[in-house]
């Protein structure tokens, strides 16, 4: 739905250096899912947020990455020091009350670590 | 752990006519979600049909339907009257009802093709 809006659509990192990926959820919508697509593969989970507040992020590896959704702004997926492994498309999803069953996609952030 | 399988990697159909994408499922709940999404190559992930667990009757969204077989942890989609737009990867997905955390658990997809 185009209402979430992830950017950069497409991301080049070398491996080293950090990849910080974005998204604005839907207006009204205050929690927001991250999940990560390997090629030919469904989405993964990675992890759930509600305004200031990590709700699950059973989804994310332990080291490297990070997630937050501050009170005013959008929703941030850092990864650090990237490596070939972490290329793959990242995809943020919201919802105004929690429940899946009622979100929303965005378009995606593709990273490519060279 | 809940898993979702796709048996079908890829599938091709003619314009116009019908076809059936496979999902299997496994879970000990009893009260769950079951969704299809359509990923073009846009890769926009979009919502074809959503089929709550406790409700008996197959959903149904225009020329997508569902057969829901809860005994057999089946869900297959239906597409009928199949359009070149149809053509994307199609992925089954399961979700717990309520209890923490919601997260969609993806099988590996379908690729659909449809030919003129």
């Known amino acids: 739905n185009a209402g979430v809006m992830q950017n950069p659509r497409h991301l080049v990192r070398r491996r080293g250096q950090e990849a910080r990926l974005r998204c604005s959820p839907m207006?009204?919508?205050?929690?927001v899912y991250w999940y990560r697509q390997l090629p030919e593969e469904g989405l993964k989970f990675m992890v759930y947020?509600?305004?200031?507040?990590?709700?699950?992020e059973s989804g994310m590896p332990k080291e490297r990455f990070s997630a937050e959704f501050p009170k005013e702004g959008p929703s941030i997926l850092r990864i650090q020091q990237v490596v070939r492994g972490d290329s793959a498309a990242y995809f943020c999803?919201?919802?105004?009350?929690?429940?899946?069953?009622?979100?929303?996609f965005g378009q995606g952030t593709r990273l490519t670590v060279v | 752990a809940q898993t979702v399988t796709q048996s079908q990697p890829e599938m091709s159909v003619q314009e116009a006519e019908t076809v059936t994408l496979s999902c299997t499922y496994d879970t000990s709940e009893s009260n769950y979600y079951l969704f299809w999404y359509k990923q073009p190559p846009s890769r926009q992930m979009i919502l074809v049909i959503r089929?709550?667990?406790?409700?008996?009757q197959n959903a149904t969204e225009n020329r997508f339907s569902v057969n829901f077989q809860k005994a057999a942890k089946s869900f297959s989609l239906k597409i009928s009257d199949s359009q070149l737009g149809d053509t994307a990867m199609y992925f089954c997905a399961f979700m717990k009802h309520k209890g923490g955390s919601e997260k969609l658990v993806f099988g590996k997809g379908t690729k659909l093709t449809v030919n003129p």
């Open positions: 947020l509600q305004k200031e507040n990590i709700i699950d």
């Open positions: 999803a919201s919802s105004p009350s929690g429940g899946l069953n009622e979100a929303f």
């Open positions: 207006k009204g919508h205050s929690h």
């Open positions: 089929q709550e667990a406790y409700k008996q």
